[in-house]
């Protein structure tokens, strides 16, 4: 029979990577939630964000998670610009062309990656990379228990701005109404390109929480985006309860089915609840009536 002290272990191992895997959706709820686009460059994003803390690390040595001022704020600038300046001009309001161009921008940043830093996996290494923390009977990884607390926190406070604040309120009528948020003078553009620019944002925050136990590469960003857009399903379009809850669950079941079924088949469980939630219930756990 399984250990239970096992189980429990895996559990919490997938709570921790789940939280992480939460934030990634978050992002790209967020930008379908307002902008109703699929952005197929979310993943390429989260790759160029994994460099820049490992470059960050690698060349003027600050700490991933000191770096975290640093790599969101970039990574915000990035995506008010790329939604500004090349997806909203190129797309000419159609989403067709907008899902074009942003594969368009993936193909480009993991081809510039090549490029620069050709195929070769890259890892940092910090001083607490091999601590651990002892949760009941289970021993966990310390950079897995800073990425849980600070992807929960990063979480509260992105659901705090749409809740409480001016512009979250703009992003809610926005993503409602967009021609009656015009009509009550609301900048609509604008609202499109913060709300990609925070997007790209909550990319930034999980590369610092993930870099310190993860590798990054040129493709590092393809089975991220495929399990996020699998969360994004999951939890319901454009709901944040729902990605977050679906992350965390999406965490425990491939860590759980990494336990039973090896390394190699646990994201096994991960499409077929995606292929499930489609099938038995489309609009997700917590998306709403069409």
Known sequence: ????????????????????????????????????????????????????????????????????????????????????LVINRAGNGKDENILLVTLGLAIVLENLALVWFKSDTRTIDTSYALSTVAIGPAMIALPKVIAFCGALAVAAILFWVIRSTDLGRAIRAVAHEKQGARLMGIDVEKVYALSFGIGMACLGAAACFLLPAYYVNPQVGSGFVLIAFTIVVLGGMGSFGGALVGGLLIGVVESVGGLFLGDSLGQMGIFAIFIAVLLFRPRGLFGARG
């Open 1 to 84: 029979m399984l250990d239970s002290t096992i189980l429990f272990s895996s559990v919490l191992n997938g709570l921790t990577t789940g939280a992480v895997y939460a934030l990634i959706a978050l992002g790209l709820t967020l930008i379908y939630g307002v902008l109703h686009i699929i952005n197929f460059a979310h993943g390429a994003a989260l790759m160029v964000a994994l460099y820049a803390v490992y470059l960050l690390k690698d060349r003027l040595g600050i700490d991933p998670y000191a770096a975290l001022p640093l790599v969101v704020a970039g990574m915000f600038a990035l995506g008010y610009g790329l939604q500004w």
